[in-house]
């Protein structure tokens, strides 16, 4: 599960505060209080429902927001990369509050990416216990067989990692470019999950687009777009990741 948790420290300077320098001497000294406690530690880690105080003044929070991104190809899953190439926050320019993505696609798979701010929104939506379908479009090199494709619900090992689909459905077979388009859907989301998977069973996947995600999709979007949930998505979207909804 991504950690969505941030140093103490950082956290304090991007409000704004004082510097982040600054920041680590009052903690050291004992002038920094996370639910009310005194916190020392320079290593510590909070996330975004914590409450935090320096100098007995509380830090604003931020109002949760949520948005859907129709990520494109090419664009790293974080909010910065040392090697100057696009992240998905680039297309959310307009946006003041430090948001990060929940979860992640591979730099060469395209479609929904949530991002938002509210923590355990995030973490809801990535445990696997609530089993939220997340559906990819994948193009394959190959033919695989019904028996083949039975063995992803099975499940398939790599890297010492069981790689599952919970479902499976083949959209399209061209016999004359030995290629297949198959719909895949997943509950957890493993890094390259599908890829590997694939690989496995000898068949490389040549294109991947995940178009839904939950209740979510990509209805009248191009790569590139974003919107914000309404408040209706985020209720479902919370909906689907509750104890009322974990299969017994």
């Known amino acids: 599960m991504t950690d969505t948790k941030e140093r103490l420290q950082k956290v304090i300077a991007q409000s704004g505060v004082t510097s982040r320098r600054k920041a680590e001497k009052l903690i050291v000294d004992g002038k920094v209080k996370v639910n009310s406690k005194v916190v020392t530690e ?3 880690k909070v996330s975004p429902r914590d409450d935090i105080e320096v100098n007995g003044v509380r830090l604003e929070k931020e109002e949760p927001v949520y948005y859907l991104l129709y990520k494109p190809r090419g664009v790293i899953s974080s909010l910065k990369d040392d090697k100057g190439r696009k992240v998905v926050t680039d297309y959310l320019g307009g946006v003041k509050e430090r948001i990060y993505p929940i979860g992640r696609l591979d730099y060469d798979t395209s479609g929904i990416l949530l991002l938002t701010n509210d923590g355990e929104f995030a973490n809801q939506l990535m445990h696997p216990k609530y089993e939220i379908d997340k559906t990819y479009v994948a193009k394959i090199k190959g033919i695989p067989s019904k028996k083949e494709l039975y063995q992803l619900r099975k499940g398939v090992r790599s890297d010492n990692e069981l790689l599952k689909a919970v479902k499976f459905k083949t959209l399209e077979i061209d016999r004359q470019k030995n290629t297949t388009i198959l719909e895949l859907t997943l509950h957890e989301g493993k890094n390259r999950h599908i890829r590997r998977m694939m690989d496995t069973l000898g068949y490389p996947v040549m294109k991947l687009k995940r178009e839904k995600y939950g209740l979510l999709d990509l ?17 479902k979207m919370r909906h689907l990741a509750s104890d009322k909804n974990v299969k017994q």
Do not use: A, Y
């Open 42 to 44: 320079l290593g510590t």
């Open 219 to 235: 209805h009248g979007m191009q790569p590139g777009d974003c919107r914000p949930l309404t408040p209706h998505e985020v209720k």
